[in-house]
């Protein structure tokens, strides 16, 4: 008996796990690949079917088959001139091509380096207020940041300088440094740029910094030019599509874009936490973009541009004050972050992937979204809705190095891989939050890891002030060649490198 009832009460072995036995990677692959080449697979048999019959048929077969549809030679030639009319209409109609040549970072000298000790040492002289010495140290420790970012030389004095003449030394050297290098690349001269697009949103002098940069290339009298400000880091994005929409209008034209912000005037003060966070994350950087849509350039364009999709939440009041310029209880200047701010940023990124995830998604991504909301909104309503995985429409990502709760939080949103976001999270540590321009040095990281082939598909994402999520989305046209020049030529190959939680300072 206990022998029974020991047999009795013992535990039933467990089931296989049904992943394991079945192996679910492999029949969703196999769904992705149904469903996403439905019309080839059904074509196949349909082309097999008539050929075979074409086969069978004998001459007098065919000569039938042409004498009874009864076409003479005016049927034939009126057919031919709307088939060549429909096709010139659609050739003519199309999108102009944008294209990619190339683009240059700028590289910070060693000489405006800050590492933590130096940043604390000058908080410590600058601050008198300890509560705010000790957030800006815990900030610094959570940053994600590294012990070689930069920062311009007015900041590195006790107190820091914020005046005009500082703010243009800095304006001159990272915009004229990278604009420099992109044209002894491309090898084109000033004088054939039709188009300027330059974005700074914090410093906006007068004369422009696009007027600077005409005076200093002696830019052509005709050229666009136009200045973006105060539109946060998303901006380098609404450069990128402007200046599309300008290359769409005028043919057979090259844009020089400049993506910046100057660090010199915005240096906070005060003691309110909400605006010390700037203090803690952005550094000096700037990226100079060339943009084509002649056909001729196409061969020796590095990327062409798909997609751009702008998502604008400045409807919402906590979203349109979620990133504010404004004085403190002291009269200090400086942007406030809200405590809402990654939550605000959640939905305009839901809002952004709504409008680029059919552009981009195969179609096994799409029909899987569309039976689960399908499902939640008539079986049951507790479903967890379905996350489209991006990672069959892109083999890199460019997420907005604006801090590690952002890369965080869109790694976790979108299910990514960590080394999906390597390149964001090395930027972020290399150079810190370069605003803008964040995006151009990630895409220098993957090229000078030697990653980016032909036919490879990048997404960059921005999100800045107002509030904005941008993305634009790039096919590479060639393989890219490990660049041997660049911000990362001397560091990528200790990258990446670990970054822990907390860095004890």
Known sequence: MPSSSSSSS??????????NSVKLKYVKLGYQYLVNHILTLLLIPIIAAVGLEVARMGPSEFLSLWRSLHLDLLEILCSAFIIVFVATVYFMSRPRPIYLLDYACFKPPMSCRVPFSTFMEHTRLICSDEKSYQFQARILERSGLGEETCLPPANHYIPPSPNMEASRAEAKLVIFSAVDDLLARTGIKPKDIDILVVNCSLFSPTPSLSAMIVNRYK??????SFNLSGMGCSAGLISIDLARDLLQVHANSTALVVSTEIITPNFYAGNQRSMLLPNCLFRMGAAAILLSNRRRDRRRAKYRLVHLVRT?????????????????????SGISLSKDLMAIAGEALKSNITTIGPLVLPASEQLLFLFTLIGRKIINPKWKPYIPDFKQAFEHFCIHAGGRAVIDELQKNLQLSAEHVEASRMTLHRFGNTSSSSLWYELNYIESKGRMKRGDRVWQIGFGSGFKCNSAVWKCMRTVKIPLDGPWDDSIDRYPVFIPEVVKL
């Open 219 to 224: 830019l052509r009298g005709n050229i666009h």
């Open 312 to 332: 604008h939440k400045g409807a919402d009041e906590k979203a349109y004050r979620c990133v504010y310029e404004e004085e403190d209880k002291d009269g200090h």
């Open 10 to 19: 013992s535990p039933s072995p467990p089931l296989p796990e049904f992943k």
